[in-house]
């Protein structure tokens, strides 16, 4: 058995790895890079092994890091199935189109300059169709319900507790009559969160590529964010503000609107009005809806069958851009919930250029910020941003809000491995390097693993 790294090795994005063993080829996951304008720039790079080659690919969720390259390898010669579970199938049908939607855009854009400049033309990494197409090729699947993809190799999804659909991928590998058992933990969640179910426990495997996003802090207690949250909007409002909230469109969101409705009175909420300002978003919700059952308990308790907008009074969807464009006018009682989750696209932008230099507006950063995003900026606390090559002076309050991750931290992942019955070869994945570092250490203090911090290309045997 050979596993190489192709990605989200010493970085969080662009998660991708390939499985090679006895003639099979399996590739876990096909991810994005994401970032700043030269890390996105590596997503046009032929893949380092021929797609065509591939057997089958598997994705734990399906968040543009980890499924966002897809259609791009389809373009590219991959012709077999695309493995996941079928609330994934579902998001990445909406995500993936508009991925190949932002392609065509940024591709139009630059060619704009690229004419004036009398410069070659560039193509869209893969367009709106390609995602479509991409989307036949998946083939959905159940937690819990192991399943042969090849005549060696069986895949078993697990709940990974991180979004709607987020999978733990467990293989069973034969090779020289020989099995082997390896396990990706994908993103696992925070125990507790939203909506989610815990990830499920794990007892024992071979090999194990564990993510490490948060691998070296603790979050803030939930109670003490959910204090975090009523505190700013208590202060917006005694101000006549203005509430931004830059949410990714899959997961981050539909935790936002259940804490909301959770806390309707609590927080005070009836005084405002609530946009949801994301045609993705709101595609999304509608997916959390449709897959209530795999909801965890308390969540099944409070909605039954509720929609988000059934709990939510006065809550609003926004989809078409003279809707997105009206809410320029609002300066103040408005919460306004938008993507992109970093401000490196979609409507926040817009909202940020007419708002962030108002006193009276605030931003709630409610996830994670990747370094050279316009997030990232905000959150290190930035005095200005550039917008379409526009300076925008920040006089916003910015409130960066670090308990609703929806990664587990240092703890959940402590946790979660303690319920290993033997010791597997650890591979660390999807974490900064200074992070994995420090996680690689705390394992080793606290259990007898051999860890491996995995490198971008490495290829090990097992």
């Given at each position: 058995?050979?596993?190489?790294?192709?990605?989200?090795?010493?970085?969080?994005?662009?998660?991708?790895?390939?499985?090679?063993a006895a003639g099979s080829r399996v590739l876990i996951e096909c991810g994005l890079i994401q970032g700043s304008a030269k890390d996105e720039a590596r997503n046009h790079e032929p893949f380092p092994f021929d797609p065509a080659s591939i057997d089958a690919v598997i994705l734990s969720h399906s968040h543009i890091d980890h499924s966002g390259r897809i259609p791009y390898l389809i373009k590219s010669g991959y012709s077999g199935p695309v493995y996941s579970h079928r609330a994934s199938v579902d998001l990445c049908e909406i995500m993936l189109r508009d991925s190949g939607f932002i392609q065509e855009k940024d591709a139009e854009w630059e060619n704009r300059k690229r004419e004036?400049?009398?410069?070659?033309?560039?193509?869209?990494?893969?367009?709106?169709?390609?995602?479509?197409?991409?989307?036949?090729?998946?083939?959905?699947?159940?937690?819990?319900?192991?399943?042969?993809?090849?005549?060696?190799?069986?895949?078993?999804?697990?709940?990974?507790?991180?979004?709607?659909?987020?999978?733990?991928?467990?293989?069973?590998?034969?090779?020289?009559?020989?099995?082997?058992?390896?396990?990706?933990?994908?993103?696992?969640?925070?125990?507790?969160?939203?909506?989610?179910?815990?990830?499920?426990?794990?007892?024992?495997?071979?090999?194990?590529?564990?993510?490490?996003?948060y691998g070296d802090r603790c979050h803030k207690d939930q109670r003490e964010t959910y204090l975090e949250i009523e505190d700013v909007f208590s202060e917006a409002n005694s101000k006549s503000g203005i509430i931004l909230i830059p949410a990714f469109a899959v997961g981050r969101t539909q935790e936002i609107l259940y804490l909301f409705a959770k806390h309707y009175e609590e927080w005070g909420l009836g005084r405002w009005k609530i946009f949801l300002d994301s045609p993705l978003a709101i595609r999304a919700t509608e997916v959390y809806e449709k897959h209530h059952r795999i909801y965890d308990k308390e969540a099944a308790a409070f909605y039954g069958k509720a929609g988000f907008k059934d709990l939510l009074p006065n809550l609003r969807y926004t989809r078409t851009s003279e809707e997105s464009m009206q809410l320029n006018r609002i300066h103040s009682g408005a919460i306004?919930?938008?993507?992109?989750?970093?401000?490196?696209?979609?409507?926040?932008?817009?909202?940020?250029?007419?708002?962030?230099?108002?006193?009276?507006?605030?931003?709630?950063?409610?996830?994670?910020?990747?370094?050279?995003?316009?997030?990232?900026?905000?959150?290190?606390?930035a005095s200005e941003i550039t917008l379409w090559g526009e300076t925008?002076?920040?006089?916003?309050?910015?409130?960066?809000?670090?308990?609703?991750?929806?990664?587990?931290?240092?703890?959940?992942?402590?946790?979660?491995?303690?319920?290993?019955?033997?010791?597997?070869?650890?591979?660390?994945?999807?974490?900064?390097?200074?992070?994995?570092?420090?996680?690689?250490?705390?394992?080793?203090?606290?259990?007898?693993?051999k860890v491996t911090i995995a490198e971008p290309g490495m290829s090990v045997n097992y």
């Open positions: 058995m050979n596993l190489t790294f192709h990605g989200a090795a010493g970085e969080v994005t662009g998660s991708c790895y390939l499985l090679e004036r400049k009398g410069l070659d033309l560039v193509e869209p990494l893969y367009t709106a169709k390609d995602a479509e197409a991409a989307i036949t090729s998946f083939k959905p699947l159940d937690y819990e319900s192991p399943q042969k993809i090849l005549s060696n190799i069986e895949l078993c999804l697990h709940d990974a507790g991180h979004i709607l659909g987020s999978s733990i991928v467990e293989l069973n590998v034969t090779e020289n009559g020989i099995t082997k058992k390896l396990v990706f933990s994908g993103d696992l969640g925070q125990s507790g969160i939203p909506i989610l179910r815990d990830p499920t426990i794990i007892k024992s495997a071979d090999i194990l590529l564990l993510e490490s996003t306004i919930i938008a993507g992109s989750g970093m401000c490196t696209g979609g409507r926040i932008k817009h909202h940020l250029k007419h708002n962030a230099w108002r006193n009276h507006a605030h931003v709630m950063m409610v996830g994670y910020q990747a370094h050279g995003t316009t997030g990232r900026a905000l959150v290190d606390g925008i002076r920040v006089a916003a309050q910015v409130h960066t809000i670090g308990g609703l991750s929806a990664h587990g931290d240092q703890h959940d992942l402590l946790a979660w491995l303690e319920h290993f019955e033997n010791s597997p070869q650890i591979y660390l994945v999807h974490g900064e390097t200074e992070t994995l570092s420090k996680f690689k250490s705390k394992i080793e203090d606290n259990f007898t693993h």
